[in-house]
């Protein structure tokens, strides 16, 4: 099957989208509690995400395994544009270990994955330990093929070839919203050689993200929105998103990885100052993508979102 016709032939599947067709210059159509309502396209902020693609480009093989036919970056990017055409609005986010898992990266070194998401129009990313593992020269030379950045801000990477290719948070204009983006890694050593992390310092990730949400919150942006490859929890004290989020101040939403889990919907927690947090994580292998609307206009202003669970898969032939 040829690229063109496979892209015709992607659908999703999953809960009912809460900003639907396009019903005017400006405004969209949106279900809510109180039936069908109208709002300026600018109050609405749809996020999708992913995590733990692992170099998984194509679909997983028809093999009577339970993926078969699931993933594959030509059926994420027909997703991704349709939503695109229902909201321009829309940020697209991933929270690491973008390498490793196929052949694809044995061969290309994550060059391929790179470009695919330059192409789908990534709006950040963070780093994830498997994105060492042809060590961080590769990763750094990777990025010449990416338009997005890599927000990363407890890795000090001073004196490695990443240096000056990460920054520490984003701040993305969408319609009349600010939105602020910040990334934390996990603990590379004893997970990561030595030698493929090279001069790479970890610093506490709760006090990072804290000390860079503030900023962001200084800049007055609306939504905070961390990117995490901490893992979601543990049955130790090993610092997760779970932690993060409690420990957490001015953060809204955390997108978190490392750990695969599927999650049917985000868990909210409250933070260290008794404000709700939601953590969302969407498994591996581009399986699925999370996507979070948001409504901030004026009639309904608030932070919490309408959340979906997007399958990616090939339409059944007919």
Known sequence: ??????????AFTGAALAAGAIAG???????????????????????LHTNDVHSRLEPFPMD????????GVAARASIIQSVREENASTLLLDAGDIFQGTPYFNLYKGEPEIKAMAKMGYDAVTMGNHDFDAGIENFANQLQHANFPVVISNYDFKGTPMEFLYKPYTIIQKGKQRIGILGVGI???????KNLYGNTVYNDPIVAANQTA???????????????HLGDKYSDNKVSDEILAKES???????GGHTHRFFDQPRKYKNKDGGDILVNQMG?????????????????????????TVVIMRKPSE
Do not use: W
């Not at 099957?1 to 992607?10: P, S, Y």
């Not at 503030?214 to 995490?228: A, H, M, N, T, Y």
């Not at 206009?297 to 979906?308: F, I, L, Q």
């Open 1 to 10: 099957m040829n690229r063109r016709h496979f892209i015709k032939q992607t």
């Open 25 to 47: 210059k400006g405004v969209l159509q949106a279900q809510t509690l109180d039936g069908l309502q109208s709002i300026p396209e600018q109050s609405l902020l749809t996020i």
């Open 64 to 71: 009577g395994g339970r993926n078969q036919g699931l993933g």
């Open 187 to 193: 603990e590379l050593e004893g997970l990561v050689p």
């Open 214 to 228: 503030d900023l962001l919150k200084q800049k007055k942006c609306d939504l905070i929105v961390c990117l995490s």
């Open 249 to 255: 101040r001015n953060i809204d939403l955390i997108i």
């Open 284 to 308: 591996f292998g581009g399986i699925q993508m999370g996507r979070l609307d948001y409504n901030f206009s004026e009639v309904k202003r608030n932070k919490s979102p309408k959340a979906h």
